[in-house]
């Protein structure tokens, strides 16, 4: 069986920099944001769900889900987020299943779930271990609003969906401090791998 990590975070707080490091290292990296993209795709059972809660106002002209409409109504309601969630969480839990299957059957040594939500979404239970990316929350809106081209009202309701960070650290097997720059970040990533006795051939 492959050893199963669970890498989490929060948004823009540097999950798919690590993530990339992974995938350098010839690690399968699992993404929920992919899968989560892929299950909404006109035909697939939540876009029909979506559009019965959300009328048909978020599509786009070619009838695929408007993500930036969608996304400033739900990271501004927790009510109709909680809608969503219960829509498209199941489909991407099952898609993630199927892809760790593929891994155990090509018997790779570990594979990452790159899961923002992992613990609001009590998935532990799908990972051996956790590892978390941490940032200052003055970072983490500084680094949205950069990247997302977002106004801090925006960004902050983005963070504020999220269970704090300073929270998550708590819950963590291990914690990688992205504050600094992206070599320090590496170093970190190449020492938990140490403590977890994680040495595989060719790393
Ligand atoms: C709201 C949507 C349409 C916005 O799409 P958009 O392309 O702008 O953003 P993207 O999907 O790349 O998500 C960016 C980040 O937002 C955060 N985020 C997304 N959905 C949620 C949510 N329901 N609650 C809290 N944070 C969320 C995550 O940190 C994620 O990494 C989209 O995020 C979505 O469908 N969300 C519901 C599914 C979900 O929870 N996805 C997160 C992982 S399963
Ligand atoms: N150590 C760092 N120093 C400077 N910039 C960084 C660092 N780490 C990440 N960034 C930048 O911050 C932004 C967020 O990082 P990244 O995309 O890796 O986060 P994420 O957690 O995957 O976000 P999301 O889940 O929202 O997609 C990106 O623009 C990235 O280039």
Redesign the pocket.
């Known amino acids: 069986m492959s050893l199963v990590i669970g890498l989490t ?10 993530s990339n490091m992974l995938k350098e290292m010839n690690i399968t990296v699992i993404d929920a ?1 992919v899968e989560a993209r892929l299950a909404v795709q006109k035909g697939e059972p939540a876009y029909t769900k979506i559009i019965n809660v959300f009328s048909h106002d978020i599509l786009l002209p070619n009838e695929e889900i408007d993500r930036q409409k969608l996304g400033s109504i739900i990271f501004h309601d927790s009510e109709k987020r909680q809608q969503l969630n219960e829509i498209v969480h199941p489909e991407v839990r099952k898609r993630m299943k199927r892809k760790i299957e593929d891994a155990n059957q090509n018997r790779e040594e570990i594979v990452v779930l790159d899961i ?1 939500l992992l613990f609001e979404s009590k998935l532990t239970y799908m990972v051996d271990k956790t590892l978390l ?1 941490y940032v200052d929350r003055s970072i983490q809106l500084q ?2 609003m ?2 997302n081209n977002l106004s801090a009202t925006e960004a902050e309701a983005r963070v504020n969906s999220q269970m704090p960070l300073s929270e998550k650290v708590g819950l963590a097997d291990a914690v990688i401090n ?1 504050n ?3 070599q320090e ?1 590496k170093e970190q990533l190449h020492e938990v791998f140490n403590q977890w006795k994680i040495n595989k051939k060719n790393r």
């Open positions: 975070g929060g948004i823009a707080s540097g999950k798919s920099t690590v944001d923002p990316v680094r949205l950069e990247r992205n600094g720059s992206i970040t």
